[in-house]
Structures are given as C-alpha cells and as structure tokens.
C-alpha cells in the first residue's frame, strides 16, 4: 500500500448498486465525488453538533468549491434525537430552502446521523438521494452500508424504518483519528463480527494486527474497514431486506439488544453489547456440541484484547435477559433465534434454540 491507500467496493444491487470508498482525505475531496452526477446543486448536511465542529467546514469548502450550494442541519449529538421529531424539523428545513427530488441529502457522522438522515431521504418527497459520510468506526465498517434506515420509537430502536440504498458511501478513516477510543471498541467488535461470521483469514490477520487498529495506523484501518464493507456487501447482495442469509450479521446481538434494553440504552455502547452477545453465542455454540471449545477461546480472547468486555454485568437476572429476547422485533412467533458459529469464519441461524440451554449459558457469563 502506497502513502494513498484507497479501497473501492460496489455493493452490486442492479439499478441500485453504489460505492463505497474508502480512504484518507475523502472529505476534502467530497464535491469532487458529488460532481458529475444527476444531483441539483443544493445539497442539505445533516450532521451533529460534534461532527459538525469537527468536519462540517471541510466537506462545506470542498462542496462550495464544487459549486453546491449547502443547507446545514445541525442536531444535538445523541441517540435520543434518532427520532420522528427530529425527521419532523428536517423536513421542514428542506422544504423551507426548496430542495428538489434531485437535491442530495449528506450524512455526515456516526450512525445515529446516518440512520436518521437516510430515513428522511426515504420519505421527503417519496425519496431522494443520499450519500453516507460516516466519520465513526461503527459507521463505516456497518450501518453506512446496506440501506437500512430508521429512526427510534419512545418504546423501541429502530421501530420506524425502511431499507433505502445510499448513492455513494465515503469512509473517511482520518476521521477516525478524534474518535474517544470507547467508540474505537465498539467499531471493532462490528470488525471482529465480520471476521467471525464470514472470513478466518480476516480474523488471523485481526489477531495479528489488533494493536495496529488500536493504535489508528491509516492503512490498517483501510483494510479492516474495506474486508468488513467487503463482506457487508456480499450479504446484502444476496438478501437486501432480511429475509434469510442477512440475519447472519446479527451475530452477538440476539443477546447484545437484550442487554442494550435491560439497561436502557445508555450504560453500553451497541458493540460493547455485542461482544458479550458474541462471547455468550460462541459458549452457547460450545454447550450445543457445535463448535470446539478452543475456537471460542479464540474468539473470547481477541475481543478481551481490544479491551471489549465478554461478561455480563451482575444485577441483571437471565430471566430478564430471556424477557427481552422475546420481545425482540427479530423474534418470529416468540422462538429465540441465535446466530451461532461452528467455526471461525462459519455461522448458522439456529431458529428455536431451547430457553433451557439459553438460561443455563447465561449463568456462565456473569463476570
Ligand atoms: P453515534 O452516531 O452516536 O456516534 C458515537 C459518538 O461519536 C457520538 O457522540 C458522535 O457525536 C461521536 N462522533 C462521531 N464521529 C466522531 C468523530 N470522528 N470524532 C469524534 N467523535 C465522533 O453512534 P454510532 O456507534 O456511530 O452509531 C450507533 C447508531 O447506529 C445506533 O442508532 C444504531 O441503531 C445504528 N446502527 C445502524 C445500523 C444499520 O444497519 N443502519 C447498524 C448498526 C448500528
Ligand atoms: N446491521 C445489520 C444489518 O445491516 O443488517
């Protein structure tokens, strides 16, 4: 890899497939990524205010350079304002500065930005373009790809959505560089998923270069982020809106959303969650006779690594946990589905797991 490295992977999904680039200095250049397709030249930039302070005049100067003219819509930073209210108040900005069905809406931060921002491109005026600039690990490596858009409902995540392709995903990993190293973690669990769920020569080389990503080295975060995107892609190509082989990608969250819920969202990061999910699955996969105990250690021992936690927290009860998982909007007809590995690099969706082996699993996971 030169002093440049830039990965380019389509997500190939016919008259809807888009690029996704991946690189250093990609904000800087974004009007030049905008140019030459069938946008008008307004474009509206929906950011937080932590992204806005830290990236907006970039990508504003670049675009004016380009010669588009930029509404900016700036929300509080938080997962709170992932809501229908705040889709309310973009619609009205975007009607307010005319924005046409060709005007494209940019996201420019972390997932909560870019799940709210791509909701409302799916719904202002039936649709309009949009273009993912993720600026958190989590983001890049996951919710910028695979158009699933949404925004929260008070009594759930993600109640009120739509599967909406972007137009063009720009991973800016230099971004990644004033990220709090909490939100480094939580990305890497997503990272560590890929691994798992789809490719053990990625998960070696995981193992090999943690430190590497840690430590924020441009080219290794390039890698991981484009072999993650990589196998994003090729799942979603085979199953856009979730009706079978996508599932896959929930590896570690049937039990990673219950814990999010127990605590009310705000105690753990999502991949935080996730990695108990993950190390909780792996034993689970161990206790059913699917996959050999030294492959889980594997698994528990890299997330350990990048310091992600592999237990759960004392003062919630399995039974709780349980409660939750069958109230989770992934559940079919109240049957617990688990994502399970057989190896490192294989999954399977295993529907109707008995709650008796998940209750006795879980007594084994508490810190
Ligand atoms: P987030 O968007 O809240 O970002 C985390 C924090 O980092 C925020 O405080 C944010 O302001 C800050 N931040 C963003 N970029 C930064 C930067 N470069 N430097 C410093 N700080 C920065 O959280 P997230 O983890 O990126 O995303 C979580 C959201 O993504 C949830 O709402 C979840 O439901 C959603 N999600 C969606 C999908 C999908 O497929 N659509 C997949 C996974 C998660
Ligand atoms: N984050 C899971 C999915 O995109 O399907």
Known sequence: ??????????????????????????????????????????????????????????????????????????????????????????????????????????????????????????????????????????????SSVGGKVAVNHPRGKNIIGAFYQPRLVLADVETLKTLPPREVRSGLAEVIKYGVIADPLFFAWLEENAERLLALEPAALVHAVAASVRIKAQVVEEDEREEGRRAVLNFGHTLGHALEAATGYTAWRHGEAVAVGMAAAARLAVYLGMLAEEEAARLVDLLRRVGLPVGLPGGISPEELLAFMRRDKKVLSGRLTFVLPVEIGKVEIVRDVPEEAVRRVLRLCYN
């Open 1 to 142: 890899m030169g002093l440049f490295p830039e990965e380019k992977i389509t997500v190939n999904l016919g008259e809807r497939a888009y690029e996704v680039i991946i690189g250093p200095r990609l904000l800087s250049r974004l009007g030049h990524f905008l140019s030459g397709r069938d946008f008008t030249p307004r474009a509206l930039l929906v950011t937080n205010t932590t992204a806005a302070r830290l990236y907006a005049p970039l990508a504003e100067k670049s675009l004016a350079r380009a010669g588009f003219e930029v509404v900016r819509a700036e929300i509080p930073d938080g997962e709170e304002h992932k809501s229908l209210a705040t889709a309310a108040e973009l619609y009205d900005l975007a009607y307010e500065h005319e924005l046409d069905r060709r005007s494209p809406v940019l996201a420019l931060g972390g997932g909560v930005v870019g799940d709210l921002a791509g909701f409302m491109a799916a719904t202002y005026l039936r649709g309009v373009p949009y273009v993912q600039l993720p600026t958190t690990l989590l983001a890049q490596v996951d």
